[in-house]
């Protein structure tokens, strides 16, 4: 069935409804302008070409080629509204967040780790909420899932044990089993990867860990998706960046010790070795003469070692 189509006046009732909830907001709570230019960047925007019924409330208009375009302020609206209800648990151990989608992965394992929340990242094992003779049994007090249609599984266990849901859909997300809606593009890994982004910021700002007159340190990269070939090419690519950087072994031979090259050689050496006359003399004329003048008082006047006979050994008698 065609979904209804939004009539002008609807859409304009929509705009006042959004800049009057954005202006009901604390002014701490309210959007910057950097805020606006993430969500675009990342195009949290950008529906699909197909609506759901419940989801007309929060759409803004739709495009010419059939796009339907997601009304932002309510989707800041509502990611106030889920950071609050976090905060309100008073074990973050208690809050369990789920995203079998490949893209969100990332994003809440790096939600869980920075707010302490419970996250399961790939296939959602069925009775985790409802079987308590399964190891992995879990009762957490709020369940936070990335994907109504493919998070279906653990959204619908939540229904049997009144586990409340916060999850972000999309304009042909189902909202059944759903108690916190939040508007956005869940099929983008930028889209995604920004929404959980923000929530934690939100989280740890109310608890008071960081201010909000400063930026948060962590960029919103980490909560990216990352292709697992793309990051081994990122690794290999350092690695042979940083052997190029190292020099060989034999580069340190060929140059020259400060003070011992061609200079030092050509003065000190010829100096200290050749070209100073005291040197020579000693070296020359005085060795000379204490081994000359030694080998002449040891060796017979007038005759070599021929005519020096060599003496006779006791009790021998030539013939």
Not at 244 to 271: H, I
Request: glycine content about 8%; overall charge neutral; charged content about 20%.
């Amino acid at each position: 069935q065609e979904p209804r189509q939004p009539t002008h006046g609807f859409r304009a009732a929509l705009r006042a409804m959004s800049a009057a909830s954005l202006a009901a907001l604390p002014p701490p709570l309210r959007p910057t302008t950097d805020d606006w230019a993430k969500m675009l960047a990342a195009h949290v925007h950008l529906g699909t070409k197909n609506l759901d019924n419940r989801m007309i409330p929060y759409v803004w208009k739709r495009r010419a080629d059939g796009l339907y375009i997601i009304n932002l302020a309510k989707t800041w609206e509502k990611l106030m509204l889920a950071a609050r209800i976090i905060v309100a648990i008073e074990n973050p151990a208690d809050v369990c967040v789920i995203s079998a989608r490949p893209y969100g992965q990332r994003a809440v394992l790096k939600f869980g780790q920075y707010t302490g929340s419970n996250y399961m990242a790939g296939r959602y094992t069925p009775g985790t909420f409802t079987n308590q003779i399964q190891k992995l049994f879990q009762e957490p007090r709020l369940l936070v899932i990335t994907d109504p249609r493919t998070d279906s599984q653990p959204l619908k266990e939540s229904s049997f044990v009144n586990i409340p849901t916060v999850a972000f859909c999309d304009t042909d997300s189902p909202l059944r089993f759903v108690d916190v809606a939040i508007p956005a593009n869940n099929k983008g890994k930028q889209s995604i990867g920004l929404l959980y982004w923000l929530m934690a910021r939100e989280v740890l700002r109310l608890r008071n860990v960081i201010s909000r007159s400063t930026p948060w340190d962590i960029m919103v990269d980490m909560f990216f998706y990352r292709d697992p070939e793309e990051a081994e090419k990122e690794a290999d690519a350092m690695e042979a960046d940083n052997k190029a950087l190292e020099a060989p072994s034999d580069a340190f031979a060929a140059v020259a010790a400060p003070g011992f090259g061609a200079e030092m050689g050509a003065t000190a050496g010829a100096a200290d070795w050749a070209g100073t006359g005291a040197a020579a003399g000693d070296w020359g004329a005085q060795g000379a003469g204490e081994w000359g003048a030694a080998t002449d008082a040891t060796a017979p006047q007038g005759g070599g070692w021929d005519a020096t006979a060599a003496p006779a050994p006791a009790g021998f008698t030539p013939q």
